[in-house]
């Protein structure tokens, strides 16, 4: 397996590093601090313009069509420098390949050039709610047939980018007399359909730029022809395209805990104690190369995932495999480089801080850590 990077990779990975460079990390403090949401919306369209939120989808839809290898390298190269733009980058593209893999032509040419071109500023994934997250075979969001539509009544929660979406890809119950899971359907939303509102965003503890937000849906009204897929199929789309997701997450925890460790490596070739700089002690140096070995692992397993994806093959343990991995050890790592850096990487004249806490929620939303290793431990043993 050779991972020599084509030529149109090397480009996506450096056009996404420029970028990052000089768009995102001036102001990544200032969205953690809630300011200049106005030039974080901006920066999706220019990342839009530039080919980053259909790097999978066809060119005939507007799409890059790079595939999941440049998917990978550019949401690490985005996530080096901002969090919050990296996951709602991730999260469009997710939306788009799943229009592109289940949807119709009608739908791919309604939905995906709007996507593509940063018309819509975001697509929004609809499964979890707050009884369903890590289960979301037990959703209650339910759409009942009524004449030439459906009526979507219920709601979901930990919505990425649902304040700025223009189309949600939203999950249901559409026959709850069948077995868990086998009754759901899966349909496209326009924003600004009646009865679909948006609650607050959530204060979270990191990635604050990115609006997360509960959808409701209140006998919101679609056409029939919104339905993606067939009819009670929706569950097995939803588990394929996490499995796609998890990639994009990962990617991004690598990116974060890459940057960490790039700032904790600098500072302690400066910092000097008993006479000499931080980085001459064996035990600090130890550190390094056992945090820098394991996020190169990380990088190899996202990688084969998306590989295998763009092959054609099955990918969905490796993908779970380099996810769990990658951001567990993300944790690790930007935990190590505060400490590296002691009281200085504890205040917030560094970004570690907020890298760490960025890097907390890697290992809890696309399917927890603990989901990853059931997953992982079925594929084994089965």
């Known amino acids: 397996m050779d991972f020599t990077f084509s030529e149109e990779q090397q480009a996506i990975k450096d056009t996404a590093s420029r ?17 200049q949401q106005d030039v974080f919306l901006e920066n999706l369209r220019e990342l839009a313009s530039l080919g980053f939120m259909g790097l999978n989808i066809d060119s005939a ?10 998917f990978s390298l550019a949401i690490t190269e985005l996530a080096r420098a901002c969090a919050a733009t990296a996951v709602t980058v991730s999260v469009t593209n997710m939306v788009a390949e799943v229009i592109q893999a289940i949807g119709n032509e009608e739908q791919r040419a309604r939905y995906l050039p709007p996507l593509c071109s940063g018309e819509f500023r975001a697509g929004a994934f609809c499964l979890s709610e707050t009884g369903a997250g890590s289960d979301p075979a037990a959703m209650t969001t339910r759409a009942v047939r009524d004449g030439d539509d459906w009526v979507i009544d219920g709601a ?25 899971g086998k009754g759901i359907s899966c349909f496209l939303v326009d924003a600004g359909t009646p009865g679909l509102t948006i609650g607050t965003a959530e204060d979270k503890m990191g990635q604050i730029a990115s609006a997360t937000c509960s959808v409701h849906f209140d006998s919101c009204r679609i056409p029939t022809s919104a339905l993606l897929g067939r009819e009670n199929q929706g569950f097995r789309i939803a588990v394929g395209e996490l499995a796609g997701g998890r990639i994009g997450i990962g990617s991004l925890a690598l990116g974060v805990a890459e940057a960490a460790m790039d700032i904790a490596r600098n500072y302690i070739r400066e910092r000097q104690q008993f006479g000499q700089a931080i980085a001459d002690f064996q035990g600090i140096q130890w550190q ?12 190899l397993l996202l990688l084969h995932a998306a ?7 099955e990918f969905g343990n490796a993908a779970s495999m380099a996810k769990l991995f990658a951001s567990e050890k993300a944790n690790s790592a930007c935990y190590r480089a505060l400490q590296l850096m002691g009281g200085a990487g504890y205040t917030r004249d560094y970004p570690l801080e907020r890298m760490a806490r960025d890097a907390r ?6 399917g927890t850590s603990e989901i990853q290793r059931i997953i992982i431990a079925r594929h084994l043993l089965n």
């Not at 979901?156 to 868990?180: E, L, M, N």
């Open 307 to 313: 590989w295998q994806k763009d092959a054609g093959q």
């Open 61 to 70: 839809y507007g799409g890059t069509a790079a595939g999941t290898v440049s």
């Open 361 to 366: 929620i890697t290992a809890i939303y696309e």
């Open 288 to 299: 390094v190369a056992e945090t820098c070995t394991e996020l190169e692992a990380a990088r």
């Open 156 to 180: 979901k929660a930990w919505i990425t980018s649902a304040p700025y979406a223009g189309v949600f890809v939203v999950w249901a119950v559409t026959d709850p007399s069948r077995p868990r």
């Open 19 to 35: 970028f990052a460079g000089e768009r995102l990390a001036p102001i990544a403090a200032a969205l953690d601090r809630g300011e």
